[in-house]
């Protein structure tokens, strides 16, 4: 539906991507990314304009990020959510990231109808820090409890943030 990847995909990366940050002490943020008001932006677009606001949505995402970043789209039910992994970032480029993006959709004329030409989205960000382990191998965690741990902090980032008000980034504290 968007041309992105999907959830299979990005599970699976991330743990890839999590157990050779853990394993090399490298620094590894995801990110996930909801569009405000999604219930009335459905409601009012309907199915087929949706999609395609969807795949304009994954288009700008994929022009606002590094070639080493990865973006899919992860739910077909519910509002719909993004995620993008960012290798080799910590908490303060996540952020940066993340601001980077809300900047790249909400200055974006989409070709929708209505109200909807100008749209927002909220980060939920989670980072694994550079953590140096004292006297034992790091990577205790296998790689479905790193993919799991870090989509779930990200989620509740982006929730925590939605309390504030939207067009926001928030930040989770997952650490390994």
């Known amino acids: 539906m968007t041309g992105i990847w999907n959830s299979k995909f990005i599970n ?12 090399y002490h490298r620094p590894l943020s ?8 999604a219930e009335h932006v ?26 080493t970043d990865t973006v899919a789209f992860l ?25 980077k993006i809300r900047r790249a959709i909400a200055s974006y004329d989409f070709a929708t109808s209505g109200n909807w030409k100008r749209i927002t989205v909220s980060c939920g960000a989670a980072t694994i820090d550079v953590v140096r382990p004292s006297g034992e191998e790091a990577g205790l965690m296998n790689r479905r409890e790193y993919t799991g741990n870090l989509l779930r902090e990200a989620y509740h ?15 989770g504290a997952f650490r390994s």
Do not use: C, M, Y
């Open 42 to 67: 459905d409601k009012e677009l309907g199915h087929i304009q949706l999609e395609g606001l969807l795949r304009e949505i994954s288009e700008r995402l994929g022009r606002a990020i590094r070639d």
């Open 75 to 99: 739910d077909a039910e519910g509002p719909p959510h993004f995620a993008i992994v960012l290798p080799e970032t910590d908490e303060q480029g996540a952020t940066l990231a993340a601001d």
């Open 30 to 37: 995801v990110l996930v990314v909801e569009l405000d008001h």
């Open 12 to 23: 699976a990366l991330i743990g890839q991507e999590a157990n050779r940050a853990v394993r």
């Open 157 to 171: 980032a982006l929730e925590s943030g939605r309390s504030a008000g939207t067009n926001r980034t928030s930040v």
